[in-house]
């Protein structure tokens, strides 16, 4: 095991190396640049698409409502609540200025891939659509090889990131709070999931479209009640995320301290843990979206890396921040990470916050399963056709179980690993894309401003 582990942390390393995060600070800034900031010029516009009526015209599987909410199931994870905490823990609180660098950044990133996963999808044999990295690499660009290549790195991420990582942070957070066995936690979530999966994507898009705006708001809740009790040390708190973004984070208590490199490379790697800007695998349930156009999905789309990088991951950031939970220990002499950390958080500014984190984290992890086995069906389908579904299903389910008890560090580095693999080849298209994306955006917006000032357009 010991073996194991070292192989997965040299991977890790090796991946999320410099090359890699320029890779994707650069498609970030690119397609910012070559888009003209369509993140922040149509911000408001895309914030109204949310919740705008059907339009006319408009195919697909699942509201575009919905199809946000699926993709922030699968996004607002353990990303949100251990991935912030993991981190502070290893890069200091430098890392969440990178998360927010990144996630801006990769609004423009997750507008690209939803747009192409529309302009690009398929109708399967079952009636449904079908879209993502794979379908606009092989129809895109012509590079079948590619697209499978994604297709089998994804299949195993979402075994990993959508499924290991969550249920294992379920398990620890449910047995601290309550000391409920993990397997026990693991044999009544494996049955959960596999209740709601029979139902395919209407029913993930209902359950998300219910579950996540709940759940966000009771989490949030939650961390501004932290803040505004410690609101004397917010200042404090944004002070010492600046500075530490480019200095480094001297060493705290048990906290061995960080330097830039590493705020850096955690920074990037849990912002994209934690909105799948980078990934392309959210952009599968962009696809199943009802919609009249590519771009007008896509806009709705960036709004997630807004809502659970910007917003949900920094409430995070600086609950842990005021509370001064760094480099402390559990009552077990073991220094505190992962979820320990943001229980301890809350808990220690008042009673019951542990509560609202195990909750919180339940509910996201839950979703994030759900979201996933989504992803990971639909680039199994790829591979293997319609008929691998119900063995993945059932794969997925039961992995379920075991994902409970293994060692959380080792769930961790698969999930980077996995993810690390799955950017390059999406990268790539998206690079190799742009022009497409240039012209589909432009034409759009020809029509929203048509739509939004009709009165200089002679009607």
Known sequence: MEIFEASLIYLKD??????????????????????????????????????????????GDITPFESLMTSLAGAIGTGSIVGVSTAVAIGGFGAIFWMWVTALLGMATKYAESLLAVKYRVVDKRGEMVGGPMEYIERGIGWKWMAIVFSLFASVAAIGTGNLVQINSIAEAVESVWGINTWL???????????V????????????GVLVPVMGAFYLLGGFVVLALNFTLIPDAFKLIFSSAFTGQAAVGGFAGSTLLLAIQMGVSRSVFSNEAGLGISSISAAAAQTDSPARQAMISMTGALLSTVIVCTVTGLVLAVTGVLGAYGNNGVMLKGASMTLVAFETSFY????????????????TILAWAYYGEKCCEYLLGERSIPIYRILYSCVIIPGAAIKMEIVWLIADVTNGLMVIPNLIALIMLSSVIVKETEAFLVSVEREEHPSQNGE
């Open 185 to 195: 936690t693991g044999i009544v979530v494996a049955i959960l999931v596999g209740l």
């Open 14 to 59: 090796l991946i999320w190396s410099i090359p890699l995060l320029l890779l994707l600070f650069g498609t970030g800034v690119y397609l910012t640049y070559i888009l003209k900031g369509v993140q922040f010029r149509y911000l408001g516009y895309a914030f109204k698409q949310v919740v705008a009526p059907k339009r006319f015209g408009a195919k």
């Open 197 to 208: 999966l029979i139902g395919g994507v209407k029913a993930i898009g209902r359950f998300a």
């Open 352 to 367: 019951g916050g542990s509560y609202v984190v195990t909750i919180g984290l339940v509910l996201f992890a839950f979703s």
